[in-house]
């Protein structure tokens, strides 16, 4: 119920219009959890609501084979990762949940990297001066593919919808998507994830 304020002068119906214009351009900008990014329309992407999904060995995707450079300009592909769990990562400097999920990322990597866990991020329509400034400023220890037009996450559209930033996938030693998370993920959803894809062919899931 409205509360009255004492002394409050009431508004006129032209602070009255513009206070609705300003409240349906703030909605506007939030509808349906799109992040405009760098502002550009093409870069809009549609924050996820961290659902995740593992999927039976028997039931498991080939990863597609990609490969690119990472924002040092180092070669790197996925078949690198082959014979590891490799967790794949899609973010950008822009985006408000990939920034709060980071140190989460982080702290699963130390925590399973000697039991053959690896990490590599997507970074997508981004700028790499500030994509590499959010590696160092967020100390991030592992590298990411640089993927400005897009082309990784289109790769990977049958398991995550392209626009849907943060993403996370979990792929198998044999190179197979066994897990994802569409949105941002959390340190106890994604350890779910990773320990029994870890543990699997005799590998150790638990912490060093």
């Known amino acids: 119920m409205p509360r009255s304020v004492p002394g409050a002068r009431p508004r006129t119906p032209l602070l009255r219009a513009a206070a609705v214009l300003v409240t349906a351009a703030a909605l506007a900008g939030c509808a349906g959890g799109v992040d405009q990014g760098t502002g550009d329309a093409d870069n809009r992407y549609v924050e996820g609501d961290g659902s995740s999904t593992a999927f039976a060995v028997d039931e498991r995707q080939e990863a597609p084979e990609v490969a690119g450079e990472t924002l040092e300009g180092e070669p790197v592909s996925l078949a690198d990762y082959r014979g590891d769990v490799l967790v794949l990562n899609f973010w950008a400097s822009w985006c408000a949940p990939c920034r709060a999920?980071?140190?989460?990322?982080?702290?699963v990597y130390e925590e399973h990297r000697e039991a053959g866990?690896?990490?590599l991020g997507v970074n997508i329509k981004d700028n790499l001066t500030a994509a590499q400034a959010f590696e160092r400023n967020n100390e991030v220890s592992y590298?990411?593919?640089?993927?400005q037009p897009g082309q990784v996450s289109q790769a990977f559209r049958d398991t995550v919808p392209p626009q849907s930033i943060p993403s996370t996938l979990v792929i198998d030693r044999e190179g197979r998507i066994a897990a994802?998370?569409?949105?941002?993920?959390n340190y106890n959803g994604l350890t779910e994830l990773v320990e029994p894809v870890l543990a699997e062919d005799g590998g150790d899931a638990g912490s060093p």
């Open 101 to 107: 999920e980071t140190p989460v990322l982080e702290q």
């Open 117 to 119: 866990l690896e990490f």
């Open 143 to 147: 590298p990411s593919l640089y993927d």
């Open 180 to 185: 994802r998370v569409i949105g941002a993920t």
